[in-house]
């Protein structure tokens, strides 16, 4: 079996790792306690599968696929934009959805002041 990307290229190491995550947790909530579990070294129903798996993550590193799939980074939102944001009610407590958008926005806003302290140079 294989994984691909519709393109036919490869994912990144970490994208197949998800993947692989992603169906255990899909197997647990669907299975509880009892869920077959294909990361456990301890079962050797799976050996093939982690041997696979790790096979294709290490090339995956060797062809440089984790370099390649980095993400840009991200610009600051002004705070015009932001006031933007408010006024066209995308930020907000009217709906569940405006809401989970304002909890997602000021998450990343403190993570850049926690991350990213601002340096104040004084022009004396």
Known sequence: MEVAKKSGGKYSPKTVYGITCTLKRYLE????SEALNPLDTSEK???LFR????????DGFREGLHIK???????????????????????????????LNTIYFYNGKVERILCCPIVVVSND
Not at 51 to 58: I, N, P, S, T, V
Not at 79 to 86: A, F, N
């Open 51 to 58: 041997r696979c798996l790790d096979a294709e993550m290490k």
């Open 29 to 32: 909530e669907k299975n509880g």
């Open 69 to 99: 799939c980095k993400k840009e980074e991200k610009e600051f939102v002004s705070e015009q934009e932001e006031v933007t944001l408010w006024e066209k009610k995308l930020l907000g407590t009217t709906s569940a959805k405006s809401l």
């Open 45 to 47: 129903r799976f050996v």
